[in-house]
């Protein structure tokens, strides 16, 4: 399956934010429910051990929960929690407090916009997490990405709910529903939009369809990575691709680097 840049519609300007939050919170409810990023946890831990990272960048949070579940299974694994910090171009600000406030002393928020392929000095950590996000960024970006994490000497894990492969892409799709129906009644903020938007004007789930199959075509391969890792100048890391089986058939794949 060819790689194809076709429009996910949360990534536009345009989109309005009650849309735009309700599909990242279904998808990260989907993600803690459906269990799918729990299998990934010795590599993480793996990870957080050769970077000997304590404190992460996560970029393009979304609303905020896919990094807390590696961070969950990490420490249940028995490492130290790391400290992580949540950004993102368009921040979910409610959604990031919620899940901030589950972890008072292990993550923090910015409410800023927070461009990831060009974190300010001030913001920069050992380590840069991209869960279920990296698939936004066009090849440029990804170039761009890559190399501002070469400038910080910052390690990097990518984790994505599934390889380019439809099929792969199905197995979410029953916690989906289930988070699809929740989520106006589990949110805090403008719960009348979204339920409008959910049960009556159902945009967040023709929206979230459309999304999840471009998603899908969107995703990266090693040879692609590596190539675009190459073409930017990164030099000197060690860097390690895997994919992770998780309930219903479903893969999740990873891709990490820590300087040499």
């Not at 990804?142 to 380019?164: I, K, N, T």
């Not at 929206?207 to 190459?230: F, H, K, N």
């Not at 691709?241 to 794949?253: D, H, M, N, W």
Request: net charge neutral; hydrophobic share 45%.
């Amino acid at each position: 399956m060819k790689r194809r840049q076709l429009l996910e519609t949360t990534d536009a300007a345009w989109v309005p934010a009650t849309l735009r939050d309700s599909v990242t919170e279904v998808l990260s409810l989907a993600l803690r429910w459906g269990r799918y990023f729990h299998g990934v946890a010795p590599t993480f831990s793996r990870f957080l051990e050769q970077s000997g990272a304590a404190r992460i960048l996560d970029c393009a949070s979304g609303a905020g929960d896919p990094i807390t579940i590696l961070v969950d299974a990490a420490v249940a694994a028995g490492l130290p929690r790391p400290d992580v910090l949540l950004t993102d171009l368009f921040p979910n600000i409610a959604a990031m407090q919620r899940v901030s406030a589950r972890y008072p002393t292990g993550v923090s928020y910015l409410a800023e916009a927070v461009d990831a392929t060009r974190v300010p000095e001030a913001l920069w950590r050992p380590a840069r997490t991209y869960i279920n996000c990296l698939h936004h960024f066009p090849p440029r970006a990804v170039g761009a990405v890559l190399a501002d994490c070469a400038r910080s000497r910052s390690s990097l894990f990518v984790l994505e709910a599934f390889p380019r492969d439809l099929l792969r892409g199905l197995p979410i799709l029953p916690s989906g529903a289930a988070a699809l129906l929740a989520n106006p009644l589990l949110c805090r903020q403008r719960r009348p939009q979204k339920a409008l938007l959910t049960y009556l004007l159902p945009l967040v789930p023709l929206v979230g369809m459309w999304d999840l199959t471009v998603s899908v075509g969107r995703i990266y391969e090693p040879a692609e990575l590596m190539a675009l890792a190459e073409e930017a100048g990164v030099k000197g890391y060690g860097w390690e691709y895997g994919e992770v089986p998780f309930p219903l058939g479903g893969r999740a794949t990873y891709f990490f680097g820590v300087p040499e």
